[in-house]
């Protein structure tokens, strides 16, 4: 399926405007989603109900959206006054600087987009995106969007601009705040602590090596629930073999001696030997798409019938 936009914009670089579309640059389909269900199997529904008379049902054309500025007092916002603020939102992404493509630390990343030319903006688009990766530097500029103004990054890919939503600095708490206390390690154990990065070392991060393992496994319990098996529970880990290593200069040599942790062997194992269970062909069970997981479970119980 064709990727759909979700918002006209314009970026503003100096006194060239340039017109662009807003994709989702994510798609969330990790987690597996299960239906709420009575003892015998019927859906069950939710319903909000006063917190002065708990027997009223308040059906949702009765509810209003209010904002607590004091305690147990209300200001309250009409539909029509809620769409307002949101309509006040701008379509024009404001560029204020230009900064190093690495100034910003990936903590207050938030959500990523794409962003694509529109009509009559690709000669310009085309000209920032060269030009910032000439300089090595991305934008930072100002977006005002449903009723919120973001601080975003703007910065080029190969193969065109990624807007990323940023956080606020009240918005990420700050690691001085755990009081973690700074010990200096050896020139020993630095010097083995080096030696074991360079081991399992990698020049680039690719993805497709990784899957959700957990994933996997409640995919399998569910395909088990289907086919009549009972679920079992995962066997434990083995324990390193061996006493325990306390001291830390032995411990290094020996995760050097063992080469890196099978996990890590795994990690690094060819995307093209990495088959996620979901992925996998099975007959007889019917999948929901991914674009609805919570309706996997249903469908998986109908497949069965």
């Known amino acids: 399926?064709?990727?759909?936009?979700?918002?006209?914009?314009?970026?503003?670089f100096g006194l060239v405007s340039i017109p662009v579309k807003l994709y989702s640059a994510t798609e969330s389909s990790s987690t597996v989603k299960f239906n709420l269900l009575t003892r015998d199997g019927s859906r069950v529904k939710q319903q909000y109900v006063s917190e002065k008379d708990p027997a009223t049902v308040v059906?949702?054309?009765?509810?209003?959206?209010?904002?607590?500025?004091?305690k147990d007092r209300y200001v309250l916002f009409t539909p029509d006054e809620l769409k307002a603020v949101e309509e006040s939102a701008s379509h024009a992404i404001d560029i204020v600087s230009f900064i190093p493509e690495k100034a910003v630390d990936p903590i207050y990343y938030d959500k990523a987009y794409y962003l694509a030319p529109d009509k009559r903006g690709g000669k310009s688009y085309s000209l920032l995106?060269?030009?910032?990766?000439?300089?090595?530097?991305?934008?930072?500029?100002?977006?005002?969007?449903?009723?919120?103004?973001?601080?975003?990054?703007?910065?080029?890919?190969?193969?065109?601009?990624?807007?990323?939503q940023l956080l606020y600095a009240d918005e990420v708490r700050s690691l001085k705040e755990l009081d973690i206390e700074q010990v200096q390690p050896s020139d020993a154990e630095v010097k083995?602590?080096?030696?074991?990065?360079?081991?399992?070392?990698?020049?680039?991060?690719?993805?497709?090596?990784?899957?959700?393992?957990?994933?996997?496994?409640?995919?399998?319990?569910?395909?088990?629930?289907?086919?009549?098996k009972q679920v079992v529970a995962a066997e434990a880990r083995d324990a390193d073999a061996g006493?325990?290593?306390?001291?830390?200069?032995?411990m290094l040599r020996a995760s050097l001696a063992r080469g890196g942790t099978a996990g890590q062997r795994a990690a690094r194992a060819p995307a093209?030997?990495?088959?996620?269970?979901?992925?996998?062909?099975?007959?007889g069970v019917k999948r929901a798409s991914a674009k609805?997981?919570?309706?996997?479970?249903?469908?998986?119980?109908r497949s069965r019938k």
């Not at 006493?243 to 032995?250: A, K, M, P, R, S």
């Not at 093209?272 to 007959?283: C, I, M, N």
């Not at 609805?292 to 119980?301: G, H, S, W």
């Open 1 to 12: 399926m064709a990727a759909r936009s979700i918002a006209s914009l314009s970026l503003g």
């Open 59 to 70: 059906p949702r054309s009765e509810m209003v959206k209010g904002y607590e500025f004091e």
């Open 129 to 164: 995106r060269a030009a910032m990766q000439e300089s090595g530097r991305c934008a930072l500029a100002k977006w005002a969007w449903k009723g919120k103004q973001y601080v975003v990054q703007v910065r080029a890919a190969e193969d065109g601009l990624v807007l990323q």
């Open 192 to 228: 083995l602590a080096l030696q074991l990065i360079d081991q399992i070392a990698e020049d680039s991060y690719d993805p497709t090596q990784f899957v959700d393992e957990e994933k996997q496994r409640i995919l399998a319990a569910i395909d088990a629930k289907i086919a009549g």
């Open 243 to 250: 006493g325990q290593i306390i001291d830390l200069t032995e």
């Open 272 to 283: 093209d030997k990495v088959t996620p269970l979901a992925s996998k062909e099975r007959k």
């Open 292 to 301: 609805a997981p919570e309706a996997e479970a249903p469908a998986r119980a």
